[in-house]
């Protein structure tokens, strides 16, 4: 394998990053493995309380494999243990829980997902389960008493809920010691996670410290907001662009962000290099040049990204004819309509949707047309041998036959 100078790897390792605690001891670690020709563990650890991954993960995860690219050992840590406990970072109130069961289900879906990204052939996959559950009583009060009450509400979103009197459950306070307890068992050297997991990040710090390890490196990276400029990226909020969306999807979404985001997700979702950021950095600054043009280009690199050029290629096409010229594409899913069936049923058994609630809500925004005609019934039934075009939102089209 290709080795890397010390240079060359913080090249890599800084871009696009938040924040590294502290910078020194990463330095101290890179020289260490050069000289002794090993691998740093590097560990991203992920939730598996939602099985859809989107362009926002996608940041974290393409960290994780820059660690790949240098030759270190990366480490997905399947949060399967944790996501029964619910992690509450950034949230108000407490999260619900997952069984085991619907945790392993998710972790799956994660994993294959993550695929897109990561090299499967050199990636490690642990599950926390397999350490976490063989502790017993003993152990979790051992556990707890090397951090303080004190200290976990240093923590911003604990503290902004209990001067509001919002109740925090004591397993919460338990979250940021079992994500510790991976560190300790994976003796991590570097952690990965977005801004918003620096205090579980730091508690595996310290908590290394207190087992005897050397603590690990903490590498943030921003969060992405969504295509609506305003809330971080979230299937939630409607304003996500998901790892498995359809090269269409993934271009057209991409053409609906604002022009000030158009250099973050290059930055951030689009893996661009420094030199190709300054140009489109140039190119945003110059009154005679049209923004679209760099939004174009951002497309076709994220779907390039994460398929290839040539459907990147027919995404744009698409765009231009279904978005540009209005007009109805060439080719599109078929659908054969069975007898009499609900319009919610066809869109959501079409994969046209992703429940049958989204399809009822869909409707009644008016994202859905029937031959040009928007329809707001979403109890409507359909027959078969009744062909017509369906239009689902601005890029989604079915032919039902």
């Known amino acids: 394998m290709k080795s890397y100078s010390l240079e060359d790897q913080l090249k890599v390792i800084r871009r696009g990053v938040e924040e590294i605690v502290p910078e020194e001891q990463l330095v101290d670690k890179i020289i260490r493995s050069i000289k002794t020709s090993s691998q740093l563990n590097v560990k991203l650890g992920c939730d598996p309380s939602r099985p859809d991954l989107h362009v926002g993960h996608g940041v974290v995860l393409r960290k994780l494999r820059h660690f790949q690219d240098l030759g270190h050992q990366s480490i997905l840590v399947i949060g399967d243990f944790t996501a029964m406990i619910g992690d509450p970072s950034g949230r108000n109130k407490t999260r619900p829980q997952l069984t085991l069961d619907e945790a392993m289900d998710n972790a799956q879906s994660y994993i294959d997902q993550a695929a897109q990204v990561l090299d499967v052939n050199t990636l490690k996959i642990a599950y926390n389960s397999q350490w976490l559950n063989a502790m017993n009583f003993s152990d979790v009060i051992k556990l707890s008493s090397h951090y303080t009450v004190a200290r976990m509400l240093e923590r911003d979103d604990f503290t902004k809920r209990y001067h509001s009197e919002i109740p925090i459950s004591i397993h919460e ?24 997991q620096k205090f579980n990040l730091l508690v595996g710090r310290d908590l290394q410290r ?14 992405l907001e969504g295509t609506d400029g305003n809330d971080k990226m979230s299937k939630s909020y409607g304003n996500d662009i998901g790892l498995t969306d ?27 290099s420094d030199d190709r950021i300054k140009k489109v950095e140039l190119s945003l ?10 939004k174009r280009f951002l497309a076709r690199a994220l779907v390039e990204l994460y398929y290839d050029k040539d459907l990147a290629k027919k995404a744009e096409n698409h765009f231009d004819q279904v978005i540009v ?6 080719n599109m ?8 069936m609900l319009i919610v049923d066809i869109i959501f058994e079409s994969q046209m949707s992703s429940s049958k609630s989204e399809a009822r809500r869909l409707i009644k925004q008016g994202a859905v047309s029937i031959d040009g005609e928007k329809i707001d019934n979403p109890n409507l039934q359909l027959t078969s041998g009744n062909i017509c075009i369906i239009k689902v939102g601005k890029r989604r089209f079915l032919k039902l036959i």
């Open 246 to 272: 359809s090269p269409e999807e993934m271009y057209g979404k991409t053409m609906s962000i604002s022009d000030e985001m158009i250099v973050k997700y290059l930055k951030l979702a689009a893996d661009a």
């Open 285 to 294: 600054n110059d009154p005679k040049q049209n923004p679209r043009d760099s």
């Open 210 to 223: 207190e087992y005897g390890q050397e603590p690990q490196v903490v590498i943030t990276l921003p969060l």
């Open 325 to 330: 010229n209005k007009n109805i594409p060439e």
């Open 333 to 340: 899913p078929e659908y054969h309509i069975k007898k009499e």
């Open 173 to 196: 306070f338990m979250y940021p010691l079992a994500q510790a307890m991976d560190s300790v068992h994976l003796k991590a050297d570097v952690e990965l996670g977005g801004t918003d």
